[in-house]
């Protein structure tokens, strides 16, 4: 194993250049969810300069945005029947550019501010590395360059599983360059691993009055209230010590903002997230139920839309098995910890219900260059280039470790 794990690092770290240079053109051109058609040209050109790539699809979710393709393997065996796939997410966000650097964004208010362009370079270069070795590996590997990962409402992978990106997949695996851990760290965790992400929106509707005669009114700001700290008893006192969610509310808005007059309407926003399916059906139901009880309470109507957009990131165990053993053997024990849980959501928990996958994490802050620290999503976002090809890497190495396993 270990050969093709140094042969793995070789080639990656051969391609680095390319990889780097792919990356800064894709962090110049950002495109939005379910706009990624230039991304996709350019994906669809480098896969087509890579010996043994074919391309499956373009377009998904009735756009000319995504991108499937496959890599076969050439060696006889076992394995030969099962496929794989391996997936990079590449829309930009609604971030105005702050950074002042070569390769800064050139589409004003749309910048790469998750990585995602270090995904596409990063995944493309695994394509190039495993076409080197197409005679080490049997089975099949699906590239799957997903759409839309940023949008929340209309997440991509909900719809590229739906469009049959997985058919014939018998396992799936991704990942996520993060400047929160120290470059070069590659980080695994089996079980439960990001959290799932509902969104909600409370219409509260009362009869709005005058300040002095509340007898009179409705008030819903009572109503507020009174949900206000009911919500957060459903994570004290109905929520195990031991699992994980949080409700947090954000917005509150008035029908009416002056001092003497007790508005109409109260509308509250919020968000809830939670390590487990099971505890997510779980707050939204108590949510609901301790809602009706204050409306019944207060004479107020309440009216909950509860969205959910992200189910939780589970990881599949024996696939993180694979995942840890190919991450030592390509990287050794110094680089190589196990990842704490991650309180942020990611749409591949939608492959996760259908096929066992594992998702992993690849540290990509220099602690001496704080600039390659700053929050995702953020104006002043970027990477420590320099660890790039670690997620190539690893994309490779997994695919190969899962096939040869199997
Ligand atoms: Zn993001
Ligand atoms: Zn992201």
Redesign the pocket.
């Known amino acids: 194993m270990s050969d093709v794990m140094t042969k793995i690092c070789d080639l990656t770290k051969g391609y680095e250049p390319e990889l780097i240079s792919l990356r800064r053109y894709f962090h110049k051109h950002p495109e939005l969810s379910w706009e990624e058609i230039k991304t996709t040209d350019r994906l669809e050109e480098e896969l087509g300069k890579i010996e043994g790539v074919r391309i499956l699809r373009r377009g998904f979710g009735g756009t000319n945005s995504g991108l499937t393709a496959e890599i076969r393997g050439e060696k006889p065996g076992t394995g030969a029947g099962k496929c794989v796939a391996l997936r990079a997410?590449i829309d930009g966000?609604p971030v105005m550019e702050e950074n002042d650097v070569e390769y800064r964004s050139q589409v004003d208010g749309v910048m790469h501010?998750?990585?995602?362009d270090g995904h596409m370079a990063g995944l493309i270069t695994a394509a190039r590395t495993l076409s080197q070795i197409r005679s080490e590996f049997c089975g099949t590997v699906r590239l799957i360059f997903e759409p839309a990962?940023?949008s929340g409402i209309r997440g991509g992978a909900k719809v590229l599983v739906e469009e049959g990106a997985l058919d014939g997949v018998d396992a799936i695996f991704g990942l996520?360059l993060f400047t929160l851990y120290p470059a070069g760290q590659v980080l695994y965790r089996s079980g439960p691993c990001m959290a799932s992400a509902d969104g909600w929106d409370l219409n509260i509707t009362g009869k709005g009055g005058h300040g002095s005669a509340p007898e009179l009114a409705v008030d819903p700001t009572i109503a507020a209230f009174m949900f206000g700290n009911a919500v957060q008893t459903l994570i004290s006192r109905e929520t195990s010590p031991k699992e994980t969610a949080v409700i947090s509310i954000t917005s509150i808005e008035t029908s009416t903002k002056t001092r003497n007059i007790i508005p109409e309407s109260v509308k509250l926003m919020g968000a809830t997230r939670a390590l487990s399916g099971e505890l997510q059906d779980r707050l939204e139901a108590a949510m609901r139920r301790t809602i009706s009880g204050i409306a019944q309470m207060t004479r107020c109507r309440m009216d909950l839309d509860y969205m959910r957009f992200y189910p939780a990131v589970i990881n599949d165990p024996a696939l993180t098995d694979i995942l840890k053993d190919a991450a030592l053997g390509l990287f050794g024990p110094e680089d190589v910890k196990e990842a704490p849980l991650n309180m942020?959501s990611?749409d591949f928990s939608f492959y996760g219900a259908v096929v066992p996958a594992t998702f992993a994490q690849v540290g990509v802050g220099d602690r001496n260059r704080p600039e390659t620290c700053n929050p995702?999503?953020s104006a002043t976002f970027d990477l420590d280039e320099s660890q790039l090809w670690r997620g190539a890497a690893l994309h490779a190495g997994f695919a190969w470790s899962y096939l040869n396993r199997a």
Not at 113 to 116: D, E, I, Q, S, V
């Open positions: 997410d966000l501010a998750c990585g995602h990962e940023e996520h942020g990611e995702h999503h």
